[in-house]
């Protein structure tokens, strides 16, 4: 492990700095690779915007949507502009933490590259957040200014109400109207390599939301490892996708990584399953990136789009389905490319492409990293057995405020990312489920995701979810909430249905393995980001069948 230079802060405001966990709990960071070794001062922003314009690559297309192109020079005046908003008229100095509230347009990109440039650090917010979930966010953080899209000041209205934290909320209509007014030139903040720029909050899947502190190396080192070594991609890539921007995935794929070789994204401000679809076809998108629901709900239209121009489909927010993955690569001859991510790491870190796809795994450790799997004392464990995910990189966990936390996702130095995996003799990483997900029932260890792929692999099953719900005799049992396609049966066959599903799974893999519980449901609770919130799930199963 080699230590990497740091610079010099440029944080005037040291607050996000100050609540770092201490060094001593941070994981081993590991940055042998040359291309991870940047310069002290460095601003994320100088790499991957301001680099191409200085190199005379200015007028190449940036972003662009239906109504709009912005090259690689429109959007660095834009974000110019609205740093000196700002600085001068909104007095934020380095260290300040700055809310953004907006779906994905150039004007969320804008903001977020002036927010950097100026050296604040970046609270971007998914935009279905309620005024509730925004104000934890805000009184974790401490965040003064908010910049906000109008079509979603309804709850920031309300957070007034919630949280006196935020002073200033600022609607992109006034910052582009006092940005017109300012120079299109800006000096960024020399910021340190290690100065915080981002404060990601997890999603949600496990409950109570975590600020995850990420510096501007992290996010050159993601894309310099993870996205230069899996995906091979040029400034001719056009990408798109459904991820928002404050979803890390998002953010590396639709930002962080094309602008880092001075590629085009396409935008989707409301992304569906025909949306993606048209927009792939119309601007010949060639990496695509979404999670596994959205790539099942594309199969119903992709037919009537033309995907050919598609390098590599990405799929990441949770673990991809066999069945998925299959059906998308025989009705669309693309094969998925899978990955495993975590807030806390920025992204992904294990994954394969290409010819080094292995149908059923996750793939194999990324460039820079390095994953094992362990026992519960975090012992490494020979291939073929199933244990604890553990793995190290040049990114990794450093919780806001949160020693306690922190100790339970780090230890020994590695990142413990809450998932249950099995690695094979050849280096390869295949799912189990998350270590909250493995259903203990009557001795026997059931990985909750194996059932839903087998239930997923029947015709009539439109979407799943497995949990353990509480048996007097078992301790648990395996409870299957099914979402069935239209026309797949109605309330008077449902009891049917759910017996040709048990017997359909016995069939596909273990039979004790089968779900003895079917609940037919219209939706599964899900984060915006397309996460099951498995533990809404099993809350709602322990109070059902509470002991009275």
């Not at 609270?123 to 953080?141: C, D, K, N, Y």
């Not at 899209?149 to 109400?161: A, I, P, Q, T, W």
């Not at 807030?343 to 394969?352: D, G, L, N, P």
Request: aromatic fraction near 8%.
């Amino acid at each position: 492990m080699t230590s990497p230079p740091t610079g010099k802060t440029a944080h005037v405001d040291p607050f996000v700095r100050e609540r770092l966990p201490p060094r001593e709990l941070w994981p081993d960071l590991l940055y042998d690779l040359p291309e991870l070794r940047y310069a002290p001062q460095t601003n994320v922003v100088s790499e991957i915007l301001d680099s191409h314009v200085a190199a005379g690559r200015g007028d190449a297309r940036c972003l662009m949507g239906d109504s709009f192109t912005w090259s690689y020079k429109d959007l660095q005046y834009n974000a110019n502009r609205i740093a000196r908003v700002l600085v001068e008229d909104l007095d934020l100095v380095p260290g300040n933490r700055v809310l953004l509230r907006a779906p994905n347009t150039p004007m969320m990109v804008a903001a977020w590259m002036a927010v950097a440039k100026a050296g604040g650090v970046i609270v971007a917010t998914m935009p279905l957040l309620r005024s509730r979930e925004l104000a934890v966010i805000a009184e974790r953080a401490r965040i003064p200014l908010a910049l906000c899209d109008e079509g979603l000041s309804e709850e920031m209205e309300k957070l007034g109400s919630e949280s006196e934290e935020i002073r200033r909320v600022v609607y992109f209509d006034e910052l582009l109207e006092r940005a017109a007014l300012k120079s299109p030139e800006f000096d960024n903040v020399r910021t340190a390599i290690d100065d915080p720029v981002l404060i990601a909050f997890t999603s949600g899947t496990t409950g109570k939301p975590k600020g995850c502190v990420h510096f501007h190396r992290d996010l050159l080192a993601s894309a310099d490892s993870f996205f230069k070594g899996t995906l091979p991609c040029s400034a001719n890539d056009v990408f798109t996708g459904s991820p928002p921007l404050a979803f890390t995935f998002g953010l590396g794929m639709h930002v962080v990584f094309p602008l880092r070789v001075g590629a085009s994204v396409a935008l989707i401000e409301k992304p569906s399953p025909e949306v993606i679809l048209e927009t792939i076809a119309r601007h010949r998108v060639t990496v695509l990136s979404t999670a596994p629901t959205a790539y099942r709900a594309m199969l119903k239209h992709v037919t009537r789009h033309d995907v050919d121009s598609l390098k590599f489909c990405v799929s990441a927010g949770e673990s991809l389905p066999l069945p998925t993955g299959e059906t998308w690569r025989d009705v669309t001859g693309k094969s998925i490319v899978d990955g495993i991510g975590a807030t806390e790491m920025f992204h992904i870190f294990i994954s394969a492409a290409g010819e080094e796809i292995r149908p059923g795994a996750t793939g194999k450790a990324v460039r820079g990293y390095q994953a094992r799997v362990t026992d519960e004392r975090g012992d490494a464990l020979p291939a073929g057995q199933v244990g604890r995910l553990a793995v190290r990189g040049p990114t990794g966990c450093r919780y806001l405020d949160d020693p306690v936390r922190q100790q339970e996702y780090v230890k020994d130095g590695w990142n413990f990312t809450g998932d249950a995996y099995l690695m094979d003799e050849d280096g390869y990483f295949f799912f189990q489920a998350r270590t909250d997900d493995m259903i203990v029932t009557a001795g026997y260890n059931i990985s909750g995701p194996e059932v839903e792929e087998a239930l997923l692999a029947h015709d009539a099953v439109a979407d799943c979810a497995c949990v353990a719900s509480p048996d007097p005799v078992r301790g648990n049992i395996v409870k299957a909430f099914v979402v069935l396609k239209p026309g797949a049966g109605d309330a008077s066959s449902r009891g049917s249905m759910a017996t040709v599903l048990q017997e359909f799974v016995k069939a596909q893999i273990a039979p004790y393995k089968y779900p003895r519980e079917v609940e037919f449901v219209d939706t599964l609770p899900r984060t915006e980001t397309g996460k099951v919130q498995r533990f809404k799930l099993r809350q709602m199963e322990k109070e059902r069948k509470k002991a009275p």
